[in-house]
Protein backbone atom coordinates (compact mmCIF):
# COMPACT_ATOMS: atom_id res chain seq x y z
CA UNK A 1 0.00 0.00 0.00
CA UNK A 2 1.25 3.39 -0.54
CA UNK A 3 1.72 6.21 1.82
CA UNK A 4 -1.64 7.69 1.03
CA UNK A 5 -3.63 4.67 0.70
CA UNK A 6 -2.57 3.09 4.13
CA UNK A 7 -3.46 7.01 5.79
CA UNK A 8 -7.35 6.78 3.95
CA UNK A 9 -7.43 3.06 5.50
CA UNK A 10 -6.62 4.06 8.78
CA UNK A 11 -8.99 7.44 8.53
CA UNK A 12 -11.59 5.18 7.31
CA UNK A 13 -10.91 2.81 10.62
CA UNK A 14 -10.22 5.91 12.92
CA UNK A 15 -13.78 7.28 11.54
CA UNK A 16 -15.49 3.62 12.51
CA UNK A 17 -14.28 3.55 15.46
CA UNK A 18 -15.49 6.77 16.62
CA UNK A 19 -18.87 5.70 15.45
CA UNK A 20 -19.28 3.07 17.31
CA UNK A 21 -17.78 4.90 20.39
CA UNK A 22 -20.43 7.74 19.63
CA UNK A 23 -23.24 4.90 18.85
CA UNK A 24 -22.32 3.14 21.83
CA UNK A 25 -22.19 6.11 24.12
CA UNK A 26 -25.97 7.31 22.82
CA UNK A 27 -27.48 3.98 23.66
CA UNK A 28 -26.15 4.22 27.75
CA UNK A 29 -27.51 7.87 27.50
CA UNK A 30 -31.27 6.59 26.42
CA UNK A 31 -30.96 3.51 28.17
CA UNK A 32 -29.99 5.60 31.78
CA UNK A 33 -33.25 8.19 30.80
CA UNK A 34 -35.37 5.54 29.82
CA UNK A 35 -34.46 3.53 33.45
CA UNK A 36 -35.63 6.84 34.87
CA UNK A 37 -38.78 7.18 33.07
CA UNK A 38 -39.57 4.05 33.93
CA UNK A 39 -39.24 4.21 37.66
CA UNK A 40 -41.26 7.51 37.90
CA UNK A 41 -44.56 5.65 35.70
CA UNK A 42 -43.83 2.89 38.58
CA UNK A 43 -44.11 5.37 41.11
CA UNK A 44 -46.86 7.65 39.44
CA UNK A 45 -44.80 10.22 38.74
CA UNK A 46 -46.24 10.46 34.94
CA UNK A 47 -44.82 14.12 34.14
CA UNK A 48 -41.47 13.26 35.34
CA UNK A 49 -41.66 10.30 33.29
CA UNK A 50 -42.89 12.11 29.95
CA UNK A 51 -40.05 14.41 30.66
CA UNK A 52 -37.57 11.98 30.84
CA UNK A 53 -38.68 10.23 27.72
CA UNK A 54 -38.65 13.51 25.80
CA UNK A 55 -34.98 14.41 27.00
CA UNK A 56 -34.20 10.65 25.47
CA UNK A 57 -36.03 11.43 22.16
CA UNK A 58 -33.75 14.46 22.13
CA UNK A 59 -30.65 12.41 21.85
CA UNK A 60 -31.84 11.98 17.76
CA UNK A 61 -30.88 9.24 15.55
CA UNK A 62 -28.05 6.87 15.74
CA UNK A 63 -26.05 6.93 12.40
CA UNK A 64 -24.68 4.11 13.16
CA UNK A 65 -27.55 1.75 13.95
CA UNK A 66 -29.74 3.33 11.41
CA UNK A 67 -32.39 4.26 14.21
CA UNK A 68 -33.98 6.86 16.33
CA UNK A 69 -31.81 5.95 19.55
CA UNK A 70 -34.78 6.53 22.12
CA UNK A 71 -37.32 4.05 20.13
CA UNK A 72 -34.49 1.43 19.26
CA UNK A 73 -33.59 1.24 23.42
CA UNK A 74 -37.17 0.78 24.63
CA UNK A 75 -37.87 -2.11 21.68
CA UNK A 76 -34.64 -3.42 22.87
CA UNK A 77 -34.97 -3.30 26.09
CA UNK A 78 -38.05 -4.96 26.01
CA UNK A 79 -36.52 -7.52 23.31
CA UNK A 80 -33.97 -7.87 26.03
CA UNK A 81 -35.91 -8.76 29.20
CA UNK A 82 -37.89 -11.49 27.27
CA UNK A 83 -35.05 -13.55 25.99
CA UNK A 84 -33.12 -13.14 29.09
CA UNK A 85 -36.26 -14.45 30.79
CA UNK A 86 -36.40 -17.33 28.00
CA UNK A 87 -32.79 -18.08 28.04
CA UNK A 88 -32.23 -17.97 32.08
CA UNK A 89 -36.06 -18.67 33.88
CA UNK A 90 -37.85 -22.32 33.61
CA UNK A 91 -39.74 -23.01 30.50
CA UNK A 92 -42.57 -21.57 29.82
CA UNK A 93 -42.16 -18.83 32.51
CA UNK A 94 -41.66 -16.10 29.33
CA UNK A 95 -44.98 -17.29 27.26
CA UNK A 96 -47.00 -17.22 30.77
CA UNK A 97 -45.46 -13.75 31.25
CA UNK A 98 -46.38 -12.88 28.12
CA UNK A 99 -49.59 -14.08 28.03
CA UNK A 100 -50.48 -12.02 31.34
CA UNK A 101 -49.16 -8.92 29.93
CA UNK A 102 -51.06 -9.12 26.18
CA UNK A 103 -54.68 -10.17 28.34
CA UNK A 104 -54.34 -6.83 30.07
CA UNK A 105 -52.90 -4.50 27.39
CA UNK A 106 -53.24 -2.82 24.09
CA UNK A 107 -51.95 -0.42 21.64
CA UNK A 108 -48.32 0.32 20.79
CA UNK A 109 -47.54 -1.60 24.05
CA UNK A 110 -49.45 -4.53 22.98
CA UNK A 111 -47.86 -4.85 19.86
CA UNK A 112 -44.46 -3.99 20.36
CA UNK A 113 -44.66 -6.96 22.54
CA UNK A 114 -45.80 -9.68 19.90
CA UNK A 115 -43.36 -8.27 17.88
CA UNK A 116 -40.69 -9.41 20.01
CA UNK A 117 -42.52 -12.85 20.16
CA UNK A 118 -42.87 -12.91 16.90
CA UNK A 119 -38.59 -12.07 16.88
CA UNK A 120 -37.67 -15.10 19.13
CA UNK A 121 -40.16 -17.34 17.57
CA UNK A 122 -38.24 -16.76 14.13
CA UNK A 123 -34.57 -17.10 15.62
CA UNK A 124 -34.59 -19.05 18.65
CA UNK A 125 -34.86 -22.88 19.55
CA UNK A 126 -37.90 -24.32 21.58
CA UNK A 127 -39.91 -27.39 21.87
CA UNK A 128 -43.04 -27.96 20.34
CA UNK A 129 -44.85 -27.70 23.32
CA UNK A 130 -43.52 -23.68 23.65
CA UNK A 131 -43.94 -23.40 19.87
CA UNK A 132 -47.33 -24.26 20.42
CA UNK A 133 -48.34 -21.86 23.15
CA UNK A 134 -46.12 -19.13 21.09
CA UNK A 135 -48.55 -19.49 18.21
CA UNK A 136 -51.31 -19.54 20.07
CA UNK A 137 -50.29 -16.06 21.76
CA UNK A 138 -49.13 -14.49 18.30
CA UNK A 139 -52.00 -15.88 15.93
CA UNK A 140 -52.89 -13.25 13.43
CA UNK A 141 -50.28 -10.98 15.18
CA UNK A 142 -48.24 -8.86 12.12
CA UNK A 143 -44.99 -7.36 12.48
CA UNK A 144 -45.11 -3.90 12.78
CA UNK A 145 -42.62 -1.53 11.44
CA UNK A 146 -39.50 -1.57 12.93
CA UNK A 147 -37.54 1.25 14.10
CA UNK A 148 -34.64 -0.49 11.95
CA UNK A 149 -36.82 0.71 8.85
CA UNK A 150 -37.17 3.98 10.13
CA UNK A 151 -39.99 4.24 12.55
CA UNK A 152 -39.81 6.44 15.58
CA UNK A 153 -41.92 5.74 18.57
CA UNK A 154 -43.59 9.30 19.47
CA UNK A 155 -43.64 9.81 23.78
CA UNK A 156 -46.63 8.58 24.45
CA UNK A 157 -45.72 4.86 22.42
CA UNK A 158 -42.56 5.21 24.33
CA UNK A 159 -44.02 5.35 27.71
CA UNK A 160 -46.66 2.58 26.50
CA UNK A 161 -43.39 0.17 25.77
CA UNK A 162 -41.98 1.44 29.12
CA UNK A 163 -45.53 0.22 30.88
CA UNK A 164 -45.69 -3.21 29.05
CA UNK A 165 -41.39 -3.81 29.87
CA UNK A 166 -42.23 -3.05 34.07
CA UNK A 167 -45.40 -5.28 33.60
CA UNK A 168 -43.93 -8.02 31.63
CA UNK A 169 -40.73 -8.16 34.70
CA UNK A 170 -43.29 -7.95 37.33
CA UNK A 171 -45.30 -10.95 35.84
CA UNK A 172 -42.27 -12.65 35.87
CA UNK A 173 -41.45 -12.16 39.55
CA UNK A 174 -45.03 -13.20 40.28
CA UNK A 175 -44.21 -16.19 38.31
CA UNK A 176 -41.12 -16.85 40.21
CA UNK A 177 -42.75 -16.24 43.28
CA UNK A 178 -40.26 -13.26 43.78
CA UNK A 179 -42.17 -9.92 46.01
Known sequence: MT???TA???LRRSSALLEVESSHDLQDAADALLERAAAAQASGDDDRARRLVQRAKGLGRDDHEGAETC??????GLFTL???VLEEEDPFVWLEAAEVVLAAVGGVGREQLLDVLLVI????????D???VLRRLTRGAQRPASVFEGRDLEVDEVL???A???AYDDAVAELMGEP
Open 82 to 84: VAD
Open 8 to 10: MEQ
Open 3 to 5: DTA
Open 164 to 166: VTT
Open 71 to 76: SMAVQM
Open 130 to 132: ERA
Open 121 to 128: GDDYRMDA
Open 160 to 162: QVL
